[in-house]
């Protein structure tokens, strides 16, 4: 037995996509039949919670990666200069030069 739902212009729902609240009369179900209630502006029209490729990653990424970089990215020096020092000192709370 189907739901009665009264879809007067002072009805509110909840949408199950963003959780805000926005007239029953501009709700949508979401496509393909997964039965989740959306506002008419939250719709692609394309992808669902159910089919989205982010959610099926099996089904659209590739994981297999047949040349990969060698050492992508290089080490970095992590040094600072002492002409970076004299230019940019660093004090304590007293006024005293530690760095």
Same mark, same amino acid.
């Given at each position: 037995?189907?739901?009665?739902?009264?879809?007067?212009?002072?009805?509110?729902?909840?949408?199950?996509?963003?959780?805000?609240?926005?007239?029953? *009369?501009?709700? =949508?179900?979401?496509?393909?039949?997964?039965?989740? &209630?959306?506002?008419?502006?939250?719709? %692609?029209?394309?992808? +669902?919670?159910?089919?989205?490729?982010?959610?099926?990653?099996?089904?659209?990424?590739?994981?297999?990666?047949?040349?990969?970089?060698?050492?992508? *990215?290089?080490? =970095?020096?992590?040094?600072?200069?002492?002409?970076? &020092?004299?230019?940019?000192?660093?004090? %304590?709370?007293?006024? +005293?030069?530690?760095?």
């Amino acid at each position: 037995m189907a739901k009665r739902v009264n879809r007067s212009s002072k009805s509110w729902f909840i949408s199950d996509r963003s959780g805000m609240r926005f007239r029953l *009369s501009e709700a =949508i179900e979401e496509p393909p039949g997964s039965g989740r &209630l959306i506002h008419i502006s939250e719709s %692609d029209g394309i992808y +669902n919670e159910v089919d989205h490729p982010q959610a099926n990653l099996q089904k659209w990424a590739k994981f297999d990666d047949p040349k990969p970089l060698i050492d992508p *990215s290089p080490d =970095i020096d992590h040094s600072v200069s002492q002409a970076t &020092l004299d230019a940019n000192p660093v004090y %304590d709370r007293d006024g +005293n030069r530690i760095l």
